[in-house]
């Protein structure tokens, strides 16, 4: 019987990305963790740890086409619910930690921005400052530019992979290797060119049933299996570091596949670790929208003095968990408010 990936499974894997993310951004720098280690392991597993990137696209991929398959969406419709749902958080954000950073830690738009101030908060509001090639208030938002651009061509996409599958996987994947994002230009080929290829196969993968294919078929007893898949991930490992051409995230899509792969059929297995991990998965946004703020540009002083790699990592997670699950319930004190106008209007 196929095995279902659910909606579950997207929020554990998720929570794994977002491990990935948090060690990435900690431990990628070298300097600060020169005196952890003289073999800098932090920083080695930093640097594989950024495939997070491509496992959220492939998993941003997946569920939007399961989703766009299921409740059969108007053009408008589908528009509507995932910008909404997009922009009400990274809105809220802008809300809560902005204006901290100003007020706190004199981090002005000027000191961000330096020159054309108004144009580029205007730019950063709507989240596509990175096609301008600027960072913006928060470095980590270049990666809404990316979002909100795929969201926009995945009905086009999703159409695209059902009628001619194997073409447009081979052809998002050509479009690494000849786009060159370009400095100081309005440039969206750029961007979009260098990470479409994830976001096609979590999109191919929902269509074809690829993951719950792969995960259900057998190969002689499950450590056969479980050894082809450590094969594969050791000479994608080997090659991210060391190859000519596929090589840093040029490799990412498969290596954030193979990721999936393991963690659904083997990891997971494991209850209480996914438990845990699927919490962390639902709060996964959340925490991609604010850590930077914490471990990076207010309390950098405070994360980095536990010295250790793993209690400053546990530390920063464990901080975005708390302040996630606030922003959670200020959310619902909002909505029940609203609702409780709204019942209030219709009995008056």
């Not at 990274?90 to 961000?112: A, D, H, K, Q, S």
């Not at 479009?175 to 370009?182: A, E, G, S, V, Y």
């Amino acid at each position: 019987m196929e095995n279902q990936f659910t909606k579950e499974d997207t929020n554990y894997l998720k929570g794994i990305a977002i491990f990935l993310l948090l060690w990435h951004h900690l431990f990628y720098n070298a300097n600060y963790i020169e005196s952890f280690s003289s073999f800098n392991i932090a920083e080695i597993i930093s640097y594989y740890s950024k495939v997070c990137v491509a496992i959220f696209l492939i998993l941003s991929g997946y569920g939007l086409s399961e989703s766009y398959s299921k409740k059969k969406y108007t053009l408008r419709t589908f528009y509507l619910k995932y910008y909404r749902k997009l922009y009400q958080n990274y809105l809220l954000m802008w809300i809560l930690f902005v204006p901290m950073g100003i007020v706190l830690f004199n981090r002005t738009f000027e000191v961000v921005y330096g020159d054309h101030v108004i144009t580029k908060l205007f730019l950063n509001i709507l989240g596509v400052q990175r096609l301008f090639s600027f960072n913006g208030y928060n470095a980590t938002w270049w990666y809404m530019s990316l979002v909100i651009g795929l969201y926009l061509f995945f009905p086009l996409l999703n159409r695209l992979v059902k009628k001619y599958p194997i073409l447009s996987l081979c052809l998002s994947y050509y479009l690494m290797f000849i786009t060159r994002h370009k400095v100081g230009s309005f440039d969206p080929i750029g961007l979009y060119g260098y990470w479409v290829f994830p976001f096609i196969i979590g999109i191919f993968c929902s269509q074809r049933k690829v993951i719950s294919n792969i995960t259900s078929f057998k190969i002689g007893n499950k450590y056969i299996k479980l050894m082809i898949y450590l094969i594969i991930l050791i000479l994608i490992v080997y090659f991210r570091r060391y190859g000519v051409k596929l090589i840093n995230e040029k490799i990412d899509g498969f290596f954030g596949l193979i990721i999936i792969l393991i963690s659904y059929e083997y990891i997971s297995k494991i209850k209480c670790f996914k438990k845990v991990l699927t919490f962390v998965g639902i709060h996964s946004f959340n925490i991609f929208l604010f850590h930077t703020f914490i471990y990076e540009y207010y309390f950098k002083r405070i994360i980095y003095s536990f010295k250790n790699p793993l209690i400053i990592f546990s530390v920063l997670l464990v901080t975005c968990i708390m302040i996630s699950i606030g922003i959670e319930r200020l959310k619902n004190i909002r909505f029940e408010k609203r609702k409780y106008i709204l019942i209030s209007k219709n009995n008056s």
